[in-house]
């Protein structure tokens, strides 16, 4: 025998995750979130909440509204080209997302991405910004700006050491 209260609440739990995720995109761990707080609401038995919560990320799987590792590869992909951040940068706020590190590593590491091409624009407007400043003056800002927006420190000095041991001025 089918429990109505169950199917019931199942119906109305996978309505509220679809609803929300054609607005937004969710990490499975920001989807339980928001799905637990919606079953709290309901008034749900514990177990019932479980069952429900367990049977709903499934279903959403399966429709491939939550998808992790597609997560990790267009997060990535928009914050490296459109927010002009650096790999590392990037990597930490995916683990603040609560996403597993293994899936990180294993979408990251498939990226074929080059951020050498991001980093000489963003150094090239900044170097511009800060012209009127002594040469060690613009390495130090130079430097923790782009280490701040998450590029290596390797490939920032190899950068700061090109650019100015081409210009012969010494501040």
């Not at 609803?19 to 019932?48: C, H, N, P, Q, V």
């Not at 914050?79 to 940068?89: E, T, V, Y």
Request: proline content about 1%; aromatic content about 10%; overall charge positive.
């Amino acid at each position: 025998m089918i429990d109505i209260n169950l199917e019931n609440s199942y119906a109305k739990a996978i309505t509220y995750c679809l609803g929300i995720s054609i607005k937004k995109r969710y990490t499975e761990f920001s989807m339980r979130e928001k799905l637990k707080k919606f079953l709290e609401k309901l008034s749900l038995d514990a177990s019932i909440s479980k069952e429900i919560e367990k049977r709903v990320l499934s279903r959403l799987k399966e429709l491939n509204y939550i998808n992790d590792k597609d997560f990790v590869r267009d997060y990535f992909l928009e914050k490296s080209r459109l927010k002009a951040k650096g790999k590392f940068k990037i990597i930490m706020e995916l683990k603040a997302k609560k996403i597993d590190p293994a899936i990180i590593s294993e979408v990251v590491s498939s990226i074929d991405f080059d951020e050498s091409e991001i980093l000489n624009t963003l150094f090239q407007k900044q170097v511009e910004k800060l012209k009127n400043f002594p040469k060690n003056k613009q390495k130090e800002k130079l430097f923790r700006f782009l280490l701040q927006r998450g590029f290596g420190q390797e490939s920032i000095y190899n950068l700061l050491n090109n650019h100015y041991s081409n210009t012969n001025d010494k501040d």
